[in-house]
Structures are given as structure tokens and as C-alpha cells.
């Protein structure tokens, strides 16, 4: 089992800046692999950005591509996401998982077996 929870959203401007941050238990945090995933009100939910389970390796929707960029830290069992140049379609609950076989694209939701509650972030224009 792995349990994760998110924090970070909020309200912002467009062109601001928010981080958010997955903290995971349950299971030793540098053999999971983490993306990020988001769903906006009657939308589907869809990938955002993931990052292997060492590190090596991360992986963005071109919607975000030079604008978020997802870490992790190891030591701390966390995840990070920061978002800079944030604009209104980026509005959406925003949900860390967790996938705990190696391998995958990491761009499916179908790949993840654990997920957090979500978190809002809002970006006003």
C-alpha cells in the first residue's frame, strides 16, 4: 500500500507560479515511479508530467513542456511539481500516483495504482 497526499494548490494569476508537493508512505519511496495527473470540470483526466523511480527519466504533456517541471526527493518521499507561466486552461484538480513495477510509458492513468485525494489549483485571467 501507498498512501499519498498532495498540497500546494491555490489561486493564482495567470503567469504566476505554484509548487506542489506528494508526500508518499507505505512502501520504499525510490522504487516508485510518480507522475502527475489533472482533470478539469467535464474533462477527462489527463497526463501531466512523471519522473522514474531514480530519477533518471522524466516526461511531459506538451501542453506543460518548458513550463513545469517535476522533481523528486528521495529522502524526503516526496514529489514536486512547479508550474511557472501558469495560465487559465491550466485550472484543475491536480493528483499524484503512484506505479510500483518498473517499466511503462508513465503516461497512462491506467499505469498508476495509487492515488492522492487531488489537490485545486485555479488560475484566474
Known amino acids: 500500500q501507498v498512501q499519498l497526499v498532495e498540497s500546494g494548490g491555490g489561486l493564482v494569476q495567470a503567469g504566476g507560479s505554484l509548487r506542489l508537493s506528494c508526500a508518499a508512505s507505505g512502501r520504499t519511496f525510490s522504487t516508485i515511479s510518480m507522475g502527475w495527473f489533472r482533470q478539469a470540470p467535464g474533462n477527462e483526466r489527463e497526463f501531466v508530467a512523471a519522473?522514474?523511480?531514480?530519477?533518471?527519466?522524466?516526461y511531459y504533456a506538451d501542453s506543460v513542456k518548458g513550463r513545469f517541471t517535476i522533481s523528486r526527493d528521495n529522502a524526503k518521499n516526496t514529489v514536486y511539481l512547479q508550474m511557472n507561466s501558469l495560465k487559465p486552461e491550466d485550472t484543475a484538480v491536480y493528483y499524484c500516483?503512484?506505479?510500483?513495477?518498473?517499466?511503462?510509458?508513465?503516461?497512462?492513468?491506467?499505469?498508476?495504482?495509487?492515488w492522492g485525494q487531488g489537490t485545486q489549483v485555479t488560475v484566474s485571467s
Open positions: 519522473i522514474s523511480w531514480e530519477g533518471g527519466s522524466t
Open positions: 500516483a503512484a506505479r510500483t513495477l518498473f517499466g511503462g510509458t508513465l503516461r497512462g492513468a491506467y499505469e498508476y495504482d495509487y
